[in-house]
Nanobody, 116 residues
Framework: QVQLVESGGGLVQPGGSLKLSCAASGFTFSNYAMSWYRQAPGKERELVADITSTGDGTNYVDSVKGRFTISRDNAKNMVFLQMNSLKSEDTAVYYC?????????WGQGTQVTVSS
């Protein structure tokens, strides 16, 4: 079955960096686009970034452009989110997501807290 497992979250000071990872299994990873979403307390889940199956195309929400970078390693079935210049408003649970066989699959999420 499809499984997505995020890791790499934690507590970081404003201006700091974190790299999130998502390990995928149960499907042919290299055939599918992948996305990172986040959900802050009291807010709706929002798309942060997505990447095409080959990694040659990416898309970002305006609020993270120039600070976050999505990438993938198809040999290792992993997708990453490098987050730099973190701000308090980036605090959220971050999820990876895939659309596979007419259904969205989500990981369990990893908490990112940006605070001094």
């Amino acid at each position: 079955q499809v499984q997505l497992v995020e890791s790499g979250g934690g507590l970081v000071q404003p201006g700091g960096s974190l790299k999130l990872s998502c390990a995928a299994s149960g499907f042919t990873f290299s055939n599918y686009a992948m996305s990172w979403y986040r959900q802050a307390p009291g807010k709706e889940r929002e798309l942060v970034a997505d990447i095409t199956s080959t990694g040659d195309g990416t898309n970002y929400v305006d609020s993270v452009k120039g600070r976050f970078t999505i990438s993938r390693d198809n040999a290792k079935n992993m997708v990453f989110l490098q987050m730099n210049s973190l701000k308090s408003e980036d605090t959220a649970v971050y999820y990876c997501r895939v659309w596979w066989v007419h259904k969205y699959y989500w990981g369990q999420g990893t908490q990112v807290t940006v605070s001094s």
